[in-house]
């Protein structure tokens, strides 16, 4: 496996003690993970996070609560970190970026989330 990248983001990254701290105030932190849905499935998260890829952060800033500490949250605090870096110049109060795989390697517990299912087709097809 590649080494992961240097984490170079302005955000701090917060290792376990830190992010502990905060899950322990859940009415005060919100988790944005922003990896995609099959990373979160394979590799774990966090109990409670609101889904935005990376790549819809700038789309997505009118449904992110600006009362609210945010900490978000990749494999490898990469992402994360340039996301959250993003969100601050957008005003938002960005507390830090977290790496769930190094969580997980400092001692964590990560919650392993299954996807839900593809909704079925309810579309009625005429006979021919």
Known sequence: AAA????????????????????????????IDVRRPE?????????AYLSVQANSIEQSLASIPKDRAIITVSNHAGRAGK??????????????????QNYEEEGGKL??????????STEIKPKS
């Not at 170079?8 to 917060?14: D, G, H, N, V």
């Not at 601050?88 to 769930?100: D, L, P, Q, T, Y």
């Not at 392993?112 to 079925?120: G, N």
Request: charged fraction near 20%; aromatic fraction near 6%.
């Open 4 to 31: 992961p990248r240097p984490y170079t983001a302005k955000t701090p990254k917060l290792n376990k003690t830190e992010l502990d701290a905060w899950l322990a105030k859940p009415g005060q932190l919100l988790l």
């Open 39 to 47: 990373e979160i499935s394979a590799i774990g998260g966090f109990a």
């Open 83 to 100: 996301a959250a870096d993003l969100l601050a110049a957008k005003g938002f109060n960005v507390v830090g970026a977290v790496g769930a």
């Open 111 to 120: 919650v392993k989330i299954i996807p839900p299912a593809p909704k079925a």
